[in-house]
């Protein structure tokens, strides 16, 4: 009788936010399987690939990152902030909406911000939308009617950085979204991200 194997339940964006959720924590299995919104036993997958690279480690407190993982989380805050929840149906759609600042980021793949985009809604998304603080105001591309100034209240943006925003029915898709557009903007964070998940 041949062996029924169970489909891996997660890809490797939910490693990344797993990973991000550790640095943002000390938090047990249950309460990151509850953020994550995916059962425990994909958390314990991903821990055991997390602490195989020498990221994560499991103490009574919780999991929390090694030396070597706080050095990534590390690197990665100075390109990215926080994915933080926003309290504002931006898009319309009555859906999760969450964002983060890309504090750096390649000035070519500007030119071609709906490739960024298509990758955000590949993961999942509804709605992907990218700003960018000129003059201490955030303007969208092609959109001038709209005023986004609204947004600064809640992330603390300086000139030139990006402010990145998605939306999904689901929590934990929208905060893939983030990450999916971040990395295709940074080149580094692409790699950073690839090096916990490959």
């Known amino acids: 009788m041949p062996v029924v194997r ?34 425990e036993g994909s958390i314990k997958s991903m821990i055991k690939i997390l602490k195989n690279k020498d990221l994560v480690l499991t103490e009574k407190s919780g999991n929390k990152l090694t030396k070597k993982g706080k050095k990534y989380f590390s690197e990665i805050n100075k390109i990215i902030s926080p994915i933080i929840k926003i309290n504002q149906d931006i898009f319309k759609d009555k859906l999760n909406v969450y964002g983060c600042i890309l504090r750096k980021y390649e000035k070519n793949k500007l030119k071609k911000q709906y490739i960024a985009r298509e990758n955000a809604i590949r993961v999942g998304c ?56 971040s990395c295709s903007l940074n080149l580094k964070l692409n790699k950073l991200f690839r090096e916990i998940y490959k």
Do not use: P, W
């Open 6 to 39: 169970t489909l891996k339940k997660f890809d490797n964006l939910d490693l990344v936010t797993l990973f991000l959720e550790i640095g943002n924590r000390i938090a047990s299995r249950e309460k990151l399987a509850t953020i994550m919104e995916l059962g």
């Open 126 to 181: 509804n709605s992907a939308m990218i700003l960018i603080c000129e003059n201490n105001h955030l303007k969208a591309q092609y959109v001038e009617e709209f005023d986004f100034d609204f947004l600064k209240k809640d992330f603390n943006i300086k000139d030139k950085e990006l402010l990145l925003i998605t939306s999904s029915d689901k929590k934990k898709t929208a905060k893939k979204g983030i990450l999916a557009l």
